[in-house]
């Protein structure tokens, strides 16, 4: 990207963060961001934080009111967007939220997936961070539905998918609310949805911006941590106010090795884990280590590459879990239980065929191959459909 174009798109990200501010009642922005050199595509070009005076909990003119109590189901999806993340969290009586979007690959995915939910707005769309796997679909969203406030945190990116971004939140005149620790977005009183991360630091890492959010409903909790990695996890860890506890936890990255320590996992204890990943993905995501720290932990896991997308159901007192692969019906299908992490499972396959096995199967008669459940799926094996290997 040239340099002047560089510059442009930082001062959009300014002007629309600082219409959001303005739109909280406080001053908008001191000075523009520096534009990253040409030839850094990786790099975060962000303002420091401190630059928004906005206070923490102040909410935008735009929010939704404040209500006494709310009643229903709360349904959370975790859409299958391949490597990707995007999820959708359906309200009772406070609107749809969709928490990134996939890959521009999966912009048309998530808009079909909404509309099967019976969406026809969305109350809050979130970037959690300007990657293009969590970022792409988003102007396919904006161009479908209408959208009454966007949250995005203070950073932006070198590429021309955040660039169209930007471009088509200007054309649909909206303003950007900053994701910040601290700051609500959604208030009842037995309902808050607020964000954990990132804090008013700086980070060297753009997964680290991430937008971590959480949300409450009665005894029930969720914490949607994007890419955030060791550093936001720590400083989340030190907040008195705002514990990261929850019983469903969207584990960040995708599964990589940079993100949910065991010291992050034991505070937030969860009961349930979903990994959004893409099946044989060329990063090796869920790592072994990962899905070691959530068997010591006793935690059970949903995988978007397993299970296709994953729902969440709560009343506020009690959590349902289903899943729906394409082409199925919304099933309460099994969970993967992490008692055993998939690169310990043992299956067998052969020399010329396609399919994994269990011990014992009669397609092994001419040759058996031992190989971890986690390297054949890796690999292009599927299940065999005779012996149902372990899934």
């Given amino acids: 990207m040239r340099p002047l174009r560089l510059g442009l798109v930082a001062l959009v990200l300014l002007a629309l963060l600082a219409i959001g501010a303005a739109a909280c009642g406080s001053s908008p922005a001191s000075k523009p961001a520096t534009p990253a050199a040409p030839g850094t595509p990786a790099s975060p070009q962000a303002t420091s934080p401190s630059t928004l005076s906005t206070p923490p909990q102040a909410p935008p003119a735009t929010e939704q009111p404040k209500l006494s109590t709310v009643t229903g189901t709360l349904m959370v ?15 009772p009586g406070l609107g749809n939220i969709l928490v990134d ?13 909404l509309k099967g939910q019976g969406v026809s707005e969305l109350a809050w769309l979130i970037a959690t961070h300007p990657h293009e796997d969590h970022i792409g679909g988003m102007v396919k969203v904006l161009n479908s539905f209408p959208v009454k406030n966007l949250s995005m945190p203070r950073a932006s990116h070198t590429t021309r998918t955040y660039e169209n971004l930007l471009l088509a939140i200007k054309n649909k005149g909206l303003a950007v609310f900053e994701a910040k620790a601290g700051r609500s977005i959604l208030e009842a009183e037995n309902l808050r949805a607020y964000f954990m991360s990132p804090t008013t630091t700086s980070y060297d890492e753009l997964n680290d911006w991430s937008a971590v959010l959480k949300i409450q409903y009665g005894t029930t909790s969720f914490l949607f941590a994007g890419d955030a990695g060791a550093k936001p996890e720590g400083e989340m860890l030190l907040s008195s106010a705002r514990q990261p506890t929850a ?6 990255h995708h599964g990589s090795s940079h993100t949910t320590s065991l010291e992050f996992l034991k505070a937030v204890a969860p009961k349930y884990a979903v990994i959004s990943v893409g099946a044989g993905n060329s990063y090796g995501y869920p790592v072994k280590a990962l899905l070691d720290r959530l068997v010591a932990q006793k935690v059970t896991v949903y995988r978007t590459d397993l299970h296709g997308s994953v729902m969440v159901l709560s009343d ?14 919304t099933s309460t299908a099994p969970p993967l239980v992490a008692t055993t992490p998939l ?10 065929g396609s399919k994994y096995h269990a011990d014992g199967c009669r397609s ?3 040759s058996k191959i031992p190989i971890s459940l986690q390297e054949a799926k890796a690999k292009g094996y599927g299940p065999c459909s ?4 372990p899934q």
Wanted: charged share 15%; hydrophobic share 30%.
């Fill in 77 to 91: 999806h975790f859409i299958d967007v391949g490597q990707g993340d995007s999820i959708l969290i359906q309200t």
């Fill in 364 to 366: 092994l008669s001419q």
């Fill in 316 to 329: 506020g007192q009690a959590l349902t879990v289903k899943t729906q692969k394409p082409g199925q019906t």
């Fill in 386 to 389: 005779l012996c149902k290997p």
């Fill in 247 to 252: 019983d469903v936890l969207k584990v960040g």
């Fill in 101 to 113: 979007a996939g890959d521009s690959a999966h912009g048309p995915t998530v808009v079909s997936y």
């Fill in 343 to 352: 690169s310990s499972v043992t299956v067998y396959i052969t020399k010329t």
